[in-house]
Every structure is written in structure tokens, then in C-alpha cells.
């Protein structure tokens, strides 16, 4: 069974700095990789995806990813951050072949103004 | 239109009641999904239905009896719940591909916020 871990469960930083936050999955085959996130009271959105192709993905509101498939990871970065950024960030991984999306534990991300 | 839509938004019920959870999409995804969140936890898989078949039960308890009666539309049945089970309820959809296979994003709706007495 895949698993996926997020090794910052709380971040905290000032508007303009810049954010990255870690994901790592375990799992040996394709993998179809995504970065969801969950504003407060709103429902979860997807920010970014990658099915294949460039590692590098560029999603919405100014985030990326890379994935670096030798070290299974797929690390979300911004490079300056808003309060509007505040949320819960959420890693998730599905197998290619499957229906199935496992999410990471959780990154929540306050930024202050 | 790019949005899933659960009812109702807030439910509250006892151990004995029968309740049930809805949800549509009208994106014309042929799979569905219903997760459970507890507060400050990831979403943990329930239930997926492909074309309408239920393809993955992750070890669900019975008391959940999910139904997808068409395309469009998914239901939680709820029945003799513990308050355990309160938790955010959410519905998502997405292509599953020829092969049934999922080949694009999901998309999930605003939950609904279940309370067990």
C-alpha cells in the first residue's frame, strides 16, 4: 500500500516570504501526483498536477512543483507568499492504474501579514 | 459547469436515526467518491463507484450504505451511527477513463458536516 508523508505539519511565515513545503510518497510505480488545497470554510481545490512530462509543474494562484522521481518526491514552492495563502496544503498520490488518491497528512500554513 | 454539489450542508442525528448524504456533478464523470474527514486529518477514502458500479469499498461499516443511482448523482445512507462517525463528509468526482481507470483530477464539493449524538 502507498503511503504519503508531509514532513511540516504547521508553517508559519510572513507575507513575501517565500514557501516550500515537502512531500514524499512510497510507492515504486507510476504515479499521478497532486497538490490540493483547502482554505478555511471553503472546500478543496486542486493547485497543480503531474501526470507526466516536465517535473517542473506550474499550477494556479503562483505555485509550483517539482517531482523528482529518484527521491519520490514532489515538493510545492511559492515564491512569495500572501495572507490569502493561508490554508491547509494536502499532498495526494494516486497509483496510474488506479481510482484510488491517498493524501498526505496535512501542511497548515499561517501567514501573517 | 465545474462544480459538485452536496446536501445538505449540516446534519445532525442520533444513534438510531436514518439519514442520507447526496451529491451531484453534472461534468459528465463517470466516477464518484465519497471520503470521510475528521477535524485537522487528510481525507480517507470510502467508497468509489466506476460507471455506476461500485469498484472500491475501503473496509467501510456497514452502518454506510453508499448508492449511486445514476451518473449525476451519489447517496450516503446512514443508518445506527456511532458519534465516532462525526465527521466533514465529501463527495468527489472525475473522469475515469476508457478503462475505468481515473485519468484527471477530482473534484470535490463543500462536505457535509455530519454531528452523531
Known amino acids: 500500500a502507498q503511503s504519503v508523508s508531509q514532513h511540516n505539519h504547521h508553517v508559519i511565515l510572513s507575507e513575501a516570504a517565500s514557501l516550500e513545503l515537502g512531500c514524499n510518497y512510497s510507492?515504486?510505480?507510476?504515479?499521478?501526483l497532486f497538490w490540493y488545497v483547502q482554505y478555511p470554510g471553503q472546500h478543496l481545490q486542486l493547485l497543480l498536477k503531474?501526470?507526466?512530462?516536465?517535473?517542473l509543474v506550474k499550477g494556479i494562484k503562483g505555485f509550483e512543483a517539482e517531482f523528482i522521481k529518484s527521491k519520490f518526491s514532489f515538493n510545492l514552492r511559492k515564491p512569495s507568499v500572501q495572507w490569502s495563502d493561508t490554508a491547509e496544503y494536502f499532498c495526494?498520490?494516486?497509483?496510474?492504474?488506479?481510482?484510488?488518491?491517498?493524501f498526505g497528512g496535512g501542511t497548515r500554513v499561517l501567514v501573517k501579514p | 459547469d465545474t462544480e459538485v454539489t452536496q446536501t445538505p450542508k449540516h446534519l445532525v442525528m442520533g444513534m438510531t436515526n436514518k439519514k442520507s448524504l447526496k451529491c451531484e456533478q453534472h461534468?459528465?464523470?463517470?466516477?464518484m467518491y465519497w471520503y470521510k474527514q475528521k477535524a485537522k486529518k487528510p481525507p480517507e477514502l470510502m467508497f468509489v463507484?466506476?460507471?455506476?458500479?461500485?469498484?472500491i469499498n475501503e473496509s467501510v461499516p456497514s452502518r454506510f450504505s453508499p448508492e449511486c443511482p445514476n451518473s449525476s448523482l451519489l447517496n450516503l445512507h446512514l443508518h445506527a451511527l456511532q458519534p465516532e462517525d462525526s465527521a466533514l463528509y465529501l463527495c468527489?468526482?472525475?473522469?475515469?477513463?476508457?478503462?475505468?481507470?481515473?485519468?484527471?483530477?477530482?473534484?470535490f464539493g463543500p462536505g457535509t458536516r455530519l454531528t452523531v449524538l
Open positions: 468527489a468526482s472525475s473522469h475515469p477513463g476508457t478503462s475505468g481507470r481515473a485519468i484527471d483530477e477530482q473534484f
Open positions: 510507492y515504486g510505480g507510476t504515479v499521478n
Open positions: 503531474y501526470f507526466s512530462g516536465d517535473p
Open positions: 495526494a498520490v494516486r497509483e496510474a492504474a488506479g481510482n484510488k488518491l491517498t
Open positions: 461534468m459528465g464523470h463517470r466516477a
Open positions: 463507484y466506476s460507471y455506476e458500479k461500485l469498484s
